[in-house]
């Protein structure tokens, strides 16, 4: 029920760019024993990287979650209905709230209808009960991180407050069996 690494990049999907982490200070040590390189000292031979939109990010996102899922999948296991939910808001050229929305949808079911394999990390579908094992930590962690995301949406105007209360209503609170404020207070709001 952990979140997978390609979720990583999807929580990240604002992030700042992976050059802008990048550092050659052990490289340049060596090469420079006076100074270390830095990437503007590359930046006459390279040109610059494009600034996405957030709506570009969001489909770069989707197409990533997307294949990850399908390419996850364990034999003879099909793709929940959010896959497709997903694709058609990413196929219709939808706006940045919808493409939003459904990535969330999709990180909720993955987190709560699937498991995957610790050896070969194929998805199948959990036989796992939520409402039983509300004190397994993992299971706390799991809808906390869920909840979190869902919150980091709302204070990035990705998604409205209204909507958001309603996926995590229907989709994350009614699987645990608690009402939305024992909810909040489970997970320590």
Known sequence: MLPSSALIVVIALASS???QSFSTHALGHRCHPTSALKMSDFASAMPEKPQQSMKEKLMDSATTFIVDIET????????PPEVQALKDAR???????????RIYELMIE?????????????LSPTQFDIKNNLDIPEVKQECAHLYQYGMQLIARDLL????????????????????PEEFDTWLGY
């Not at 996850?72 to 793709?79: N, Q, Y």
């Not at 196929?91 to 929305?101: C, G, H, I, V, Y």
């Open 160 to 179: 409205d407050i209204e909507v958001a209360k309603e996926c995590v209503k229907t989709r994350l609170i009614e699987r645990t069996g608690k009402t």
């Open 91 to 101: 196929d219709a050229d939808s706006d940045e709230k919808t493409l939003a929305l």
């Open 110 to 122: 993955q987190g709560m209808t699937f498991d995957v394999d610790p050896t070969t990390g194929k």
């Open 17 to 19: 760019s992976p050059a």
């Open 72 to 79: 996850r999948l364990a034999d003879g296991v099909s793709p």
